[in-house]
């Protein structure tokens, strides 16, 4: 082995650490060399030794621990820019919902007059008021400028009586087909539930212009790098951000593997124009390169448990009339899926509640009759309420899941007031979906949850709550092990690309990261904290604290 040409050395190597190579024996090496942005050798440091020449940058870990690169399987990029350029909602750093109208009045300071104020991040069970704010929280602050702000969730708005009165929403008007608009004594309260009632209003939004949707994601990428975060799957975009991906990398800003899912459903699309646009779409899975890649179609048919619009199997807690909302008819939801079927699309589906993913089946079933899925790593997306019945039908059609353990952590609070302590300890229960041999790869749905992947990865470990630190079924925690594996191999697997990313072997794409802790030893709560010191994605430093 000391033969190795000089022209043939490594360009990057690290030593006297501890590398977590996530392959088949999760074992962990002390040295690693790069070439030409793939791995040549993980071992010893004495198998490393005679790639080292007089070019190679050699790092001394010093003891300290390498992963493989981050996979976030389910994130929304452009949400996650623009998050970091409009008004902060979430707690911390919001306390109230006065809290948030100060927030927008800071906003309207800076705005031109009537110019659109956007935002997200609220939790009600967050805020010292407990309750959703209303249109009459945002109207003193912002009586001339429309105000539309996200719930955490997105499934969820709320907006001023000037945005209501843009769009012409009153007490007169209907709940749209798979939404819903509160009302108190005959009036809108400003609460929009699902997006056919937050279309009501978002339609009159100016549309952000293609460089805001290209800024977007190059502010995302620096960010996610920054947290060691070198591919994600993103979840739900259009043809239009998909070229915006394509400007971004012509511009250097582009240090992120991205899968991309199309929209299954654009705003005011009926099942028949969807479908026709998916069937003429020109991608097919797992067109593309190693940076750039076509995934599949997301669809959404319900919506999130915190905002109580997940379609559930049952009523939620003390509110017996409501199972939840699903987002689109049946059949609907069956032309969309066949089109991608038919057009080499694999498919992956928003399906919190237990009712959203029984649907999802039978739409998975069905379309099975016409062209096979098996193989095709069709998707379960959140699928909080699997039964014994969801795990044989996944071994059946050969599904992955894509989970968010964040989601656990920062909106498990809202889940355990919506549905109670016993079916609050089965939620997304990734014990069980590994046990019974599904796929499971973890995401944040960053702006859902924060992108930060470590608090995530604690979370499927520990399972708690950040409010009320409530224990949320500790039966259903997964090891160390496991959480890293859904982090990095197991997203690698949802993309068909496991064989070049989502461990540090040999000849895979060297997307590595550095990190200050041992999160294999370390007290449990303090894996949690981890930073990321360094970020590499295919042997070229992006990030460096
Ligand atoms: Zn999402």
Redesign the pocket.
């Known amino acids: 082995m000391s033969s190795i040409d000089e022209a043939c050395k490594a360009d990057l190597v690290f030593v006297n650490g501890r590398i977590v190579t996530v392959d088949e024996e999760f074992s962990v090496a002390e040295a690693i060399a790069v070439k030409d942005g793939l791995i040549k050798v993980v071992g010893s440091r004495a198998e490393v030794e005679p790639w080292i020449g007089g070019g190679t940058e050699v790092v001394d870990l010093e003891g300290g621990m390498v992963l493989p690169g981050l996979i976030d399987s389910?994130?929304?990029v452009t949400g996650t820019g623009a998050l970091l350029q409009n008004v902060v909602c979430s707690t911390p750093p919001v306390q109230s919902i006065a809290d948030i109208a100060d927030a927008v009045r800071m906003r309207i300071e800076k705005a031109e007059p009537g110019e659109w104020i956007t935002g997200r991040g609220w939790d009600q069970v967050k805020l010292s008021d407990h309750r959703n704010p209303t249109r009459w929280d945002l109207d003193h602050v912002s009586p001339d400028n429309p105000v539309f702000l996200k719930r955490t969730c997105?499934h969820v708005a709320v907006v001023n009586s000037r945005a209501l009165e843009i769009a012409g929403v009153t007490g007169d008007t209907p709940h749209p087909v798979g939404g819903r608009v509160e009302f108190r004594d005959g009036e809108p309260t400003g609460i929009l539930e699902e997006s056919p009632a937050m279309g009501l209003v978002s339609r009159y939004m100016p549309a952000g212009d293609f460089e805001d949707t290209v800024n977007s994601i190059k502010t995302a990428v620096k960010a996610l790098n920054r947290d060691g975060i070198t591919s994600v799957i993103d979840?739900?975009v259009t043809a239009t951000t998909m070229r915006a991906y394509q400007q971004a990398r012509r511009e250097g800003g582009l240090t992120l593997r991205v899968n991309y899912m199309l929209s299954g459903r654009l705003a005011g699309e009926t099942g028949d124009e969807s479908a026709k646009r998916i069937g003429n779409f020109p991608m097919s899975t797992s067109y593309g390169d190693n940076l750039l890649r076509f995934l599949g179609l997301k669809l959404?048919i319900d919506g999130g448990i915190g905002g109580r619009t997940a379609l559930l199997r049952e009523p939620y807690e003390g509110d017996l009339e409501n199972r939840g909302i699903l987002t689109m008819p049946v059949e609907d939801i069956q032309k969309r899926v066949d089109a991608a079927n038919m057009a080499g699309m694999m498919v992956g589906i928003?399906c919190a509640g237990g009712g959203a993913i029984d649907t999802v089946i039978d739409a998975f079933v069905e379309t099975d009759k016409i062209s096979s899925i098996a193989g095709r790593r069709y998707c379960l997306?959140h699928a909080y309420q699997p039964t014994e019945e969801t795990f044989q039908r996944c071994r059946e059609l050969e599904l992955v899941v894509a989970s968010q353990p964040s989601f656990l952590y920062y909106l498990g609070d809202s889940y355990h007031e919506n549905v109670g302590d016993d079916r609050s300890r089965w939620l997304k229960p990734h014990r069980a979906w590994i046990d019974h041999g599904v796929v499971v790869a973890a995401g944040t749905?960053s702006p859902?949850t924060p992108y930060p992947p470590f608090p995530c990865l604690w979370a499927a470990v520990a399972r708690r709550t950040e409010v009320n630190d409530i224990q949320m079924g500790t039966e259903q925690a997964v090891s160390r092990e496991e959480a890293i594996r859904m982090y990095t191999i197991n997203g690698a697997y949802h993309t068909f690309e496991e064989d070049i990313k989502g461990s540090l072997e040999p000849e895979k794409l060297a997307d590595m990261i550095i990190i200050d802790r041992d999160i294999l030893t370390c007290p449990l709560d303090e894996v949690k904290d981890t930073q990321v010191l360094r970020t590499v994605l295919e042997g070229k430093t992006v990030y460096k604290a």
């Open positions: 389910h994130i929304h997105g979840a739900g959404l928003h997306i749905d859902v």
